[in-house]
């Protein structure tokens, strides 16, 4: 035992390590190629700078050809791997088997279809698909690893695969493995085990310590750093007096989030309702990304309207400028700084920087919200964490432009760091699109700075509170769009009857109203059925009747005593047997049958052993099919009579029992907690109902109303609690 | 409905942002007077300067008076407060109700003597005793709000509270709520719904947020920043060579905590021994706690040996001068910078900073380990952050002298930071003493820099890997000793039966092997059997009597129909009537004594009622007493024979049921996730036993010291591992 289990454990941390390096790698080699990619788009746009035309063309066509390719490809190879895959995800880890998600064949197209993505700079997020990948290698993994060591999981392992997949592809995603832990956890899980919490930890340690030292081996990076990192003043971040404008940021961004949810929700809906233009949409499939592609490229086209919309920024640049060190409204206007780099995209010469950064927000707003839904491995959270980064720094620049000495205290005089209400506005946006507050950790991991960490804090949740009140996640919202068989989590002091939610109208269970026994998987007994008819058994019977007939005399008492047996076991609801003594009549006709075609088969065998040629006996073949398929059949129909031998069916002698009075709060944390998809209902023993996850759903709906809307009337009353406190 | 959930949701709210408030009130307020009572420690001793004997007097019984009082005032007020109180929490969370643990008097004693503790510059920790200060607040505040509102709570929220209020400890402790509330999740728990991480979260943050303020109000800081700041430098942190050298502090201070935990058991078996010295030492319990502290502050006494291990430093002092940004080694023996501080103690003329920071660490480590052991309120985390720190700044100096001039890259040369080692020392040591990867987490909070992330995370998780292997966790540790009722960890692949676990033995199950209706809670059944003979129900009964002797044509088939009922429920197990038809003959029983006793009750209760005095009527009150008691023990006895009113009784009409093959993975999986106490095993609906939570321990003992074993080889493998990685 001791060996085995050092086998075991040797294996999960292999298991961990081997999950790590791979995702470490996919993620380097993502980001280097798509790098490639927009580095060559920039390349071939600055080679053509003397032809607008031309230039044009390359600008719009090149994201184009990459965004259709990753449609196609997506939908020829694997079309699971279309969009986020956090909602699938948190669908699977509820319990719900989703097939097709977790195959080879999905990571693959999702791989090839994100790096497209990615490389046609659109505004496309990497997370939510890297989730996806992550977890579909942890599968992938783990199944080579049992076929290797040939343990059988059990299904709560699976589950602990997964969680450990998710929080290593955030973490490794852009390094960042601690708030890489804490938002899988946030965003898929409504239990949580610790010790999954170790294991991703470990994990994502591992994948961002390889992620981030690769890039040092490229030569991106001197050493391990954040990935954007930024440089503000840590003696004194901010002042107390700033807390409104942080607290203002907060609330609306909650507002934002919540607007984009819907703004996302309606532009799908609008896509699925059945009329003339979606039929024709549907059919032409590259149609519709190739139109928003060519019409986003055509407003970021630089020398065109993109000149007001720092169009020619990618996204990472957007990022990297918008937590820059500089306060743009003082630079404007004078001579460029050195080391301003990327960010003089901001500044226009004619347009004030509030212009351009409003003008950015708005078309950046719906084109996030649109191209997300393209037809591609596609996440939310980059391009809102744009979004977010952009409107604090609006809020930023204008109360630079108010306090344009800074803040006086104790006699210095402390300038504002519009850098600052950045990094606090992507974080509060992002945490109101995924209702999440450890984006917060996400961002102190890519700034690689802490000291706003109080500020940071309090908007996040002012955010969460505007978002929750007014709009489910972004993730609950497309599990809503695509009816996913989700659970969502209860509000308090909800208590009801689980016999109000059983359906007990059901007829299999009002006519065999039994004593459960235990359950037995459809497949298994599928595997059953399939076998009790099967030619092998068939001819093991018939070869046993054979010698049972001769030795008849010494054997009845032995199979009798089998009989008594299998009557004790055959009660069980899914086995549905008729106790009716046909068990005598079908085995004496089992018998006067097999007495005909044993001869048959055995004259078969035979000839086919001596000769192991059957080219030249065709004809005795062939004579011999027909009476034997009318043989079959009849043995067929004697044999389903037949009491099965459940001795070699995996019964599950403990399925999942409820008592007939359960509350509903006890039946949905049993649900949510050990991922049921069904529950027995007893009444003394006796089966009474089956509760499935749907009931449950069904149940809980009707509170869901009644909690979002007490919720809204709280956020209110929050928000003035919160100004109250920081004027 | 909707206004009950408004007000209901309200209330969460209100909770969490009072207990924020309060308990960042507490936190404050214990910092304050515990840095004044410091402040009036050192003042004493530098007044006194001119006198070693007066000054030697003044420093040793300044901290004996106050540890001494603390120590008495706990065992006059509330045993229950000595301690760290996270084993307790722990055990309280998993389910098992532990006694006068949260009660406003383990407060009141914990609060004061951990003030008194502090101000007496001994190494004790605020971090354990303030995470269960904050749960009492919490389950206090909850009461008190349940009170207001008039609603009771299910079980499964007094652990939400519970859960919250832990967070809420952890996070204004030192300001770093993300850190707090995944360190209280890490330490608690087992399992964990998300919900309340949001909770925490929330709690923590508004906490930590006024906390901060509090201390901005009062002009000990100009802003909201870290408690411990750090300024190292941030464009190039560590370099990858520096690497080895973190993983060996991980490594180290695996080794150092698990013998810490180790020397602190070993302490407390020795105190525990039945011997001559340990009698004498609880006789007198003063003394213990008294010879410790003169010890403690002979040896840390400044003049004396105090100046070879920087004695003069109190616990805070020592965290932020070993958190600077000097290479001690490099200024030794030159003239001290300008802003050197406190770290000044650190620098003998004459004594190398090896030398100082090698005793120090020595001499602290028993230190902290002996003075946890004191019956005070006292934790181990500060302690043990101060050792690692000073451990790290050992190998961080060590590294300074081996690479005197830096480390060379392109062409710069960056020198090392041994502040940076201390971090990751505070983190690696704390990490491994407590078996939690948060402690990283709290550090960047505690320092307000995160730019040594990945570093310190590898090096805290090469710290678990190794104590993990050697010894439990500290508090895992004191539940050993204390033998609280908790249950492990299960080891993964153990998948045994459940009925083996169960105790079929028992002769109460057997006699009475019947289908399960449902349980009652024992005190429930006390007061049913209190009011069921109580001399309310007596009269009541026996007017009652009254009245159906006069209507006794028209009851009779009322009453029978009452009988009937009663029999459906009456097989409840606990309940224990037997179904003999005694039911007849004590209700004539009944009515016969009734008409005799009746008369002398309405005699009784008239006089009494007429006359309003006793005095005058003593003599008739003693003769009815007489023959009273011979009523009343009659009548009593008659009642006891008679099936009870289960109506009134309330009976949980789902208690929580196992099917007889369970496997022990799920029963282990069910008894953690839902912190059962114990659950009934029935087989086809029938009890066949009990499950209590010893017997699933008592079968887990047994995995888990193969689970130890095991872990142990793999760290050996694992630290190969990462120096063949790093170097």
């Not at 001791?2 to 995702?23: A, H, N, P, Y």
Request: charged residues 15%; neutral net charge.
């Amino acid at each position: 035992v001791q060996r085995f289990l050092v086998t075991k454990l040797g294996e999960d941390w292999i298991f961990l390590v081997l999950l790590g390096v791979s995702m470490a790698l996919v993620s380097w080699t993502m980001d280097y190629t798509s790098a490639k990619s927009l580095q060559l788009y920039k390349w071939i746009h600055w080679e053509l700078r003397g032809n607008v035309l031309l230039q044009y063309l390359a600008w719009v066509s090149y994201p184009m050809v990459l965004i259709m390719f990753a449609s196609s490809f997506c939908h020829l190879v694997a079309p699971q791997a279309i969009g986020s895959g956090i909602p699938e995800l948190k669908t699977i880890l509820r319990g719900v088997v989703l097939k097709e998600y977790l195959t080879l064949k999905a990571f693959i197209a999702k791989v090839i279809g994100l790096t497209a993505g990615l490389g046609s700079g659109m505004p496309v997020g990497k997370e939510g698909p890297f989730v996806h990948i992550a977890s579909i290698c942890a599968a992938v993994l783990s199944k080579c690893m049992m076929f290797f060591s040939g343990v059988n999981q059990s299904p709560y392992c699976y589950t602990d695969i997964l969680t450990v997949g998710c929080a290593v592809g955030v973490g490794c995603c852009f390094g960042t493995p601690l708030g890489g832990v804490l938002f899988s956890i946030e965003v898929t899980s409504t239990y949580f085990a610790v010790r999954n919490y170790w294991r991703g930890y470990f994990a994502a340690t591992f994948s961002a310590f390889i992620f981030r030292v690769l890039s040092v081996f490229n030569k991106d990076a001197v050493t391990i750093t954040a990935l954007f990192r930024t440089k503000f003043r840590m003696d004194f971040p901010f002042d107390l007096q700033e807390l409104p404008a942080f607290a203002i940021i907060g609330i609306s961004c909650g507002f934002l989030g919540a607007f984009f949810v819907w703004l996302n929700r309606q532009v799908v809906l609008f896509m699925r309702k059945p009329n003339a233009m979606t039929r024709f949409l549907t059919r032409h499939r590259l149609i519709f990304p190739g139109v928003v592609t060519l019409v986003i490229a055509t407003l970021t086209f630089p020398p065109g309207f993109g000149q007001f919309m720092a169009g020619e920024l990618m996204p990472r640049e957007c990022i990297n400028s918008l937590f820059d060190n500089f306060t743009w409204t003082k630079i404007w206007g004078s001579p460029l700084p050195p080391g301003l780099g990327r960010s003089s995209a901001w500044l226009h010469p004619d347009v004030s920087v509030f212009v351009i950064l409003l003008l950015f927000f708005v078309m950046k707003f719906w084109m996030s919200a649109v191209s997300t839904t393209m037809p591609i491995p596609s996440g939310a959270f980059m391009p809102v964490f744009i979004l977010g980064a952009s409107f604090g720094r609006l809020v930023g620049e204008i109360m630079a432009t108010l306090f344009p000495h800074g803040i006086l205290f104790d006699g210095i005089l402390y300038r504002i760091i519009p850098g600052g209400y950045a990094v606090i506005g992507a974080a509060a946006l992002t945490g109101a699109v995924t209702h999440t507050v450890s984006t917060a950790v996400i961002c102190f991991e890519l700034t690689g700075q802490i000291s706003h960490i109080l500020p940071m804090m309090v908007a996040v949740i002012l955010a969460n509170m505007v978002a929750q009140g007014l709009q489910p996640s972004l993730y609950d919202s497309i599990i809503q769009i695509k009816k996913l068989p989700y659970l969502p989590e209860l509000g308090f002091g909800h208590i009801r009857c689980a016999e109000r939610s059983c359906n007990r109208d059901t007829p299999e269970v009002h006519k065999y109203s039994m004593i459960l026994l235990g359950s037995i998987d459809r497949s298994e007994l599928h595997a059953l059925c399939d076998w009790w008819l099967s030619a092998e058994r068939r001819i093991f019977r018939q070869e046993q009747c054979l010698q049972e007939q001769n030795q008849y005399a010494k054997d009845s008492w032995e199979s009798f005593a089998f009989v008594d047996e299998d009557d004790e076991e055959s009660g069980d609801k899914v086995c549905q047997t008729e106790r009716v003594n046909v068990h005598k009549e079908s085995k004496t006709l089992l018998e006067s049958l097999s007495n005909q075609s044993l001869l048959v088969v055995h004259t078969y065998l035979q000839m086919l052993s001596q000769v192991g040629n059957l080219a030249n006996y065709s004809v005795v073949f062939l004579q011999l099919v027909s009476y034997w398929l009318v043989q079959i059949k009849e043995w067929e129909e004697a044999e389903m009579d037949k009491p099965m031998e459940i001795d070699q069916i995996r019964i599950d002698p403990s399925p999942f029992q409820l008592v007939e009075r359960t509350s509903l709060h006890k039946t949905h944390t049993l649900f949510s907690l050990l991922g049921l998809s069904h529950a027995y209902v007893t009444s003394i023993g006796k089966l009474v109902g089956v509760v499935a996850l749907k009931e449950v759903r069904k149940c809980h709906l009707l509170i869901f109303t009644f909690f979002y809307r007490s919720l809204f009337l709280f956020y209110s009353f929050s928000i003035l609690f919160c100004l109250n406190l920081t004027i």
